[in-house]
């Protein structure tokens, strides 16, 4: 399979430099040259086949003409190493869990699956693959947790001192092996400043072959579509599920939409948003205009200009009325996500995290308008993540710690300390990495 880039549709390149470079030249996004659809006989059996085999199944229509199948199911099954279980609220109103993963947050599938790829696709090089990435918490930990202990690659994190949470802190230090953390004496943009310098460093960026692990790289997006299949086989036979996400960059809702097109019976996506909503607006009005983040208490999803935002489009052929008739949008602010958490604890008495919650407010509102509808929600992270709002909410301490989270807060910090300056870090490179 060949990919292009959507802005440039004879930029085009194969399998491996789509996922190695993440980002096209030309700051497009890569896209496959044609979109897979699974096989009538797939869909006949899909509602008795494991959450691996589906995810085996769908990983093989994007990429089993470039990856033997043996390679791809260890892949598939080195990534779902947990699994993602629907819980009904009541029979129409279900939650999907996706934070069941290592970092407690949907964005393990993506990370793993993509660590495990990249691994494959550089095997026969001699030299090990070195991923760089600056992180201001929760990325860091998701790519450094994702690479542990996968052979042929290693991961360098930078953040900035003092500025991380102390559980981030450990997530990114105390895993050890092939995952260096460097403390860096200044602020996140001078983290970012140092990988992005480095990757212009020709010299060292060849010589250490190095990688970034970004969120827009496609292998992220097909992953997180494996579980839009495996939920909505869960419902009662010939129900169609409306799917509502809690977005951000919105590469969630693309992998949806992935699935669908892979042949998935979808009655209607939510794009679920907080103050942020740039894409609600857009649905509305027709009008796209990005803006400048505003914090909310559901941070992950604080974004002004999503990157996954060209892809949707080029998904609909640029029609904002074919996107509108397939996604509702609507947006919340932190007062009535606030209350959602409160009243989804008190009516069911279930922990949602401040994401989620905002996610559960658009599916109340689609059901409203739409008697009938069954929705998955999609829960993307673990309400232990925010122990400030849910403790606020629900009472000190009242969401309890995963024993997975809890056990790296026993482990020591180990952490090399920098200063800002570029040529200390380049030095440092070259006696470490070279
Ligand atoms: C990243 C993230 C989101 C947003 O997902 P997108 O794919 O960027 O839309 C939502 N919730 C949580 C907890 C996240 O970490």
Same mark, same amino acid.
């Given at each position: 399979?060949?990919?292009?880039?959507?802005?440039?549709?004879?930029?085009q390149v194969d399998?491996?430099?789509?996922?190695?470079r993440?980002?096209?030249?030309?700051n497009?996004?890569?896209?496959?040259?044609?979109?897979p659809?699974?096989?009538?006989?797939?869909?006949?059996?899909?509602?008795?086949?494991?959450?691996?085999?589906?995810?085996?199944?769908?990983?093989?229509?994007f990429?089993?003409?470039?990856?033997?199948?043996e390679?791809?199911?260890?892949?598939?099954n080195?990534?779902?190493?947990?699994?993602?279980p629907?819980?009904?609220?009541?029979p129409?109103?279900?939650?999907?869990?996706?934070?069941?993963?290592?970092?407690?947050?949907f964005?393990?599938?993506?990370?793993?699956?993509?660590?495990?790829?990249m691994?494959?696709?550089?095997?026969?090089e001699?030299?090990?693959?070195?991923?760089l990435?600056?992180?201001s918490?929760?990325?860091?930990?998701?790519?450094?947790?994702?690479?542990?202990?996968?052979p042929?690659?290693?991961?360098?994190?930078l953040y900035?001192?003092?500025?991380?949470?102390?559980?981030?802190e450990?997530?990114?230090?105390?895993?050890g092996?092939?995952i260096t953390?460097?403390?860096?004496?200044?602020?996140?943009?001078?983290?970012?400043?140092l990988?992005k310098q480095?990757?212009?460093?020709?010299?060292?960026s060849?010589?250490m072959?190095?990688?970034?692990a970004?969120?827009?790289?496609l292998?992220?997006?097909?992953?997180?579509?494996?579980?839009?299949i495996?939920?909505?086989?869960?419902?009662?036979?010939g129900?169609?599920?409306?799917?509502?996400?809690p977005?951000?960059n919105f590469?969630?809702?693309?992998?949806?939409? &992935?699935? %669908?097109?892979?042949? *998935? =019976?979808?009655?209607?996506?939510?794009?679920?948003? @907080?103050?942020? $909503? /740039?894409?609600?607006?857009? &649905?509305? %009005?027709?009008?796209? *205009? =990005?803006?400048?983040?505003?914090?909310?208490?559901s @941070?992950?999803? $604080? /974004?002004?200009?999503?990157?996954?935002?060209?892809?949707?489009?080029a998904?609909?052929?640029?029609?904002?009325n074919?996107?509108?008739?397939n996604i509702s949008?609507?947006?919340?602010?932190?007062?009535?996500?606030?209350?959602?958490?409160?009243e989804?604890k008190?009516?069911?008495?279930?922990q949602?995290?401040?994401?989620?919650?905002?996610?559960?407010?658009a599916?109340?509102?689609?059901r409203k308008?739409?008697?009938?509808?069954?929705?998955?929600?999609?829960e993307?992270?673990?309400?232990?993540?925010?122990?400030?709002?849910?403790?606020?909410?629900?009472?000190?301490d009242?969401?309890?710690i995963p024993?997975?989270?809890?056990?790296?807060?026993?482990?020591?910090?180990?952490?090399?300390?920098?200063?800002k300056?570029?040529?200390?870090?380049?030095?440092?490179?070259?006696?470490?990495?070279?």
């Amino acid at each position: 399979m060949k990919y292009h880039s959507t802005n440039n549709a004879s930029h085009q390149v194969d399998l491996k430099e789509a996922i190695l470079r993440s980002l096209p030249p030309d700051n497009g996004l890569y896209m496959p040259n044609s979109l897979p659809t699974l096989p009538e006989d797939f869909w006949k059996n899909y509602r008795n086949m494991s959450f691996k085999e589906i995810g085996f199944a769908v990983a093989s229509a994007f990429f089993g003409e470039d990856v033997a199948a043996e390679d791809l199911r260890k892949i598939v099954n080195g990534t779902i190493e947990f699994d993602a279980p629907l819980v009904a609220l009541s029979p129409d109103d279900h939650i999907l869990e996706l934070f069941h993963g290592p970092t407690l947050a949907f964005k393990d599938f993506g990370a793993r699956f993509m660590a495990r790829l990249m691994a494959h696709l550089t095997k026969n090089e001699d030299r090990m693959l070195t991923v760089l990435v600056a992180t201001s918490g929760d990325t860091g930990g998701a790519v450094a947790s994702a690479f542990h202990n996968v052979p042929g690659t290693r991961v360098v994190i930078l953040y900035p001192k003092g500025k991380v949470s102390g559980l981030q802190e450990k997530q990114l230090t105390a895993l050890g092996g092939n995952i260096t953390a460097l403390e860096i004496d200044g602020s996140f943009d001078d983290c970012q400043a140092l990988v992005k310098q480095a990757f212009l460093d020709r010299e060292l960026s060849e010589r250490m072959n190095l990688t970034s692990a970004n969120s827009i790289n496609l292998s992220r997006l097909v992953p997180q579509s494996f579980y839009y299949i495996h939920s909505a086989r869960q419902l009662p036979e010939g129900v169609k599920p409306v799917f509502v996400v809690p977005s951000g960059n919105f590469g969630n809702l693309t992998a949806g939409l &992935l699935a %669908k097109q892979l042949g *998935l =019976p979808v009655e209607h996506f939510v794009a679920a948003t @907080n103050r942020n $909503d /740039v894409v609600p607006a857009y &649905l509305e %009005k027709g009008e796209y *205009l =990005p803006r400048p983040s505003v914090a909310t208490i559901s @941070n992950a999803m $604080d /974004v002004g200009a999503p990157s996954n935002f060209v892809r949707m489009q080029a998904l609909f052929g640029n029609s904002w009325n074919e996107m509108k008739s397939n996604i509702s949008g609507m947006s919340f602010s932190d007062d009535e996500t606030r209350v959602a958490i409160r009243e989804v604890k008190s009516k069911f008495g279930y922990q949602i995290d401040p994401h989620g919650a905002v996610g559960w407010l658009a599916a109340r509102q689609y059901r409203k308008e739409h008697p009938g509808s069954m929705t998955i929600t999609l829960e993307t992270a673990h309400p232990a993540k925010f122990p400030d709002v849910m403790d606020a909410e629900l009472g000190k301490d009242s969401v309890e710690i995963p024993a997975r989270l809890a056990i790296l807060a026993n482990q020591p910090k180990v952490a090399t300390a920098l200063n800002k300056d570029w040529q200390t870090f380049r030095d440092w490179l070259t006696a470490n990495i070279l």
